[in-house]
Nanobody
Framework: QVRLMESGGGLVQAGESLRLSCAAS????????MGWYRQAPGKQRELVAT???????NYSDSVKGRFTISRDNAKNTVYLQIDSLKPEDTAVYYC?????????WGQGTQVTVSS
């Protein structure tokens, strides 16, 4: 059974930085695109950023310049570096990945930004 486990969330002040991690575990033959999504209270889940197996990245317009997605294929892990955090970045951040040609989601990690 494949699992995705996020870590690194927490309560921070505006302007600070966080680094989220998401590690895939289980019997893994292939990991293609990995990504991060977020869901703020009362809003729909939205795409934050994705990264392909070859390292090509895609970002939501709302996070370009402040968020950086990266991955370590040897560790089956994807990262999200978040700089200059804003209160509107408060959300549950979810990791998603195509593993063994199926889509998987993590359980999410809470990021709360105080002003």
């Amino acid at each position: 059974q494949v699992r995705l486990m996020e870590s690194g969330g927490g309560l921070v002040q505006a302007g600070e930085s966080l680094r989220l991690s998401c590690a895939a575990s289980g019997i893994i033959r292939s990991i293609n695109t990995m990504g991060w999504y977020r869901q703020a209270p009362g809003k729909q889940r939205e795409l934050v950023a994705t990264i392909t197996g070859g390292g090509n990245t895609n970002y939501s317009d709302s996070v370009k310049g402040r968020f950086t997605i990266s991955r370590d294929n040897a560790k089956n892990t994807v990262y999200l570096q978040i700089d200059s955090l804003k209160p509107e970045d408060t959300a549950v951040y979810y990791c998603a990945a195509e593993v063994n040609w199926r889509d998987y989601w993590g359980q999410g990690t809470q990021v709360t930004v105080s002003s």
